[in-house]
């Protein structure tokens, strides 16, 4: 925080709107908008400010943060925080924040501008009108009114999107695993697994962040599950539909449109999906709308001026919510509780309806919400990647994902120890972890199985028959793969049983190598973790 006598002093380096200026004056900053500066620039002049609000032109990176001495807190009017270096932030004290939700009516109302504009083919009609023609016969549209759509996410976008198509007399199915039977029905939308959604969905939106879970969700295996003649629209991130199977749909007339916001690679300044009939295409406009650009210039401000002259902590990446007094204690308890709720989040199938966090021993005696909120966050990080410890408890809620917290008295076999358990469609999955000498975090328990393992980097996490030759196969496929394995770890429920293996690596797993490992003897799963 800055001292008690100084007005901060905030840099606002992009060009946003002017209210943002004056909301940092008025709350006791000292604010310079200077934008369009070199790298060179902006180091020259950094060291001097608190404060610096960004959107996407400026780049924070390391030598910009070497420089700024001075700097507290970075500010991004706007989801995507690629501009930033994060990590290196961290580690300069530094705090950095977005404004998550300011562009979710936008982005939410580009996707049906788009659907609309796919259901009455509405760019080719304009441009083939342009050019002399009176095409009135050559153009056959559908009517929304009476479809269902399909909702590949139902978060804070994804909520948005289902309120405006029921207004449009439409019905509305949705697949998402945080998604709960009562948030459905308060929605007025009907909750479905992703098969079901493919086979009656006539227009599918995907309102989901790109993670490993849902790269290619609309896979080319997936896409031919589709209704014939769904129309697909993506406003969320490039990646989540396989951009090579969209187009050999188009042309075949099972897929009836598309339209696409968002690439694989961007700027895409070229596309196999170019020129393909019943494409369309904009350039990342979700949330281009003046009312969107003042809502995340304006949310910035209100943030960094909370953080830099009270204290306030809102939608920070990179920091919990968290007293000077608490901190040092809860420290290490909270990276075991982020490792834990991610791996749970990584291993758990199925949908989610509920989790549990059990504090025991000396975990009791702490204070119970920054644990629930690193859990939280470790988990919604497999399904968002705007989640941190400030907004994971909102988007558990906003989900309608049922949350326990539980302190236990009892002694048990660790002085100390935290247990995540999710309940599932397919039961309850549940882990353990606890702390040992100079607050290293361990995991002590997967699944019922005891094992004894850090959590970190790349590992691998296998279920297989306990059986003689096993972990010599494994390890022969892992070496002959080219991939060093760092740690070993193994655990079983009984002799010749269910067995659990985790393996630490140096690098990312290859898909190939994991669907080697799956057709080894006796494996039953195989998956590739990241901490």
Known sequence: MAQPNARPKVLISDKMDPNAARIFEERGCEVDVITGETPEQLMARIGE??????????????????????????????????????????????????????????????????????ARQIPEANERTQEGEWPKNG??????????????????????????????????????????????????????????LLARADFITLHTPLTDQTRNILSRERLEKTKPG?????????????????KDGLESGHIAGAALDVFAQEPAKESPLFGTKNFICTPHLGASTTEAQVNVALQVAEQMADYL???????????????????????????????????????????????SIEREGAAAELAGKPI?????????????DSVNMVNAPFLAKERGLDVRSIRHEREGAYNTLLRVT???????????????????????EIFGIGIEAELEGH?????????????????TLLGESGINIGTFHLGRRDAGGEAVLLLSVDQSIPSDVIDKACKLQGVKTVMALEF
């Open 230 to 246: 769904v129309r697909i629209v993506n406003c969320a991130r490039g990646g989540l539909i396989d951009e090579a199977a969209l």
């Open 139 to 196: 153009f056959m549209g559908v009517e929304v009114t009476g479809k269902t759509l399909g909702l590949i996410g139902a978060g804070n976008i994804g909520s948005i999107v289902a309120s405006r198509a029921l207004g449009l007399r439409m019905k509305v199915v949705a697949y998402d695993p945080f998604l709960t039977e009562d948030r459905a029905v308060e929605l007025g939308i009907e909750k479905v697994d992703l098969e079901t």
């Open 309 to 355: 002259v009270n204290g306030g902590v809102t939608n920070a990446l990179n920091m919990p919510s968290l007293s000077a007094e608490e901190a040092p204690k809860l420290r290490p308890y909270m990276k075991l509780a982020e490792n834990l709720g991610s791996l749970v989040g990584q291993l758990a199938h199925g949908n989610l309806t509920q989790i």
């Open 372 to 384: 629930e909120a690193a859990v939280l966050a470790g988990l919604m990080k497999q399904y968002s």
């Open 422 to 444: 999710v309940g599932t469609s397919q039961g309850d999955r549940s882990v353990a972890g606890t702390l040992f000498g100079h607050g290293t975090a361990r995991l002590v």
């Open 459 to 475: 590992m691998l996490y296998i279920v297989n028959e306990d059986a003689p030759g096993f972990i010599g196969r494994i390890g």
């Open 49 to 118: 400010y608190d404060g610096l609000a960004i959107r996407s032109s400026t780049k924070v990176t390391r030598e910009i943060l070497d420089a700024a001495t001075n700097l507290k807190v970075i500010g991004r009017a706007g989801i995507g925080v690629d501009n930033v270096d994060i990590p290196y932030a961290s580690s300069k004290g530094v705090v950095v924040m977005n404004t998550p939700f300011g562009n979710s009516i936008t982005t939410a109302e580009h996707a049906i501008a788009l659907m609309f504009a796919l």
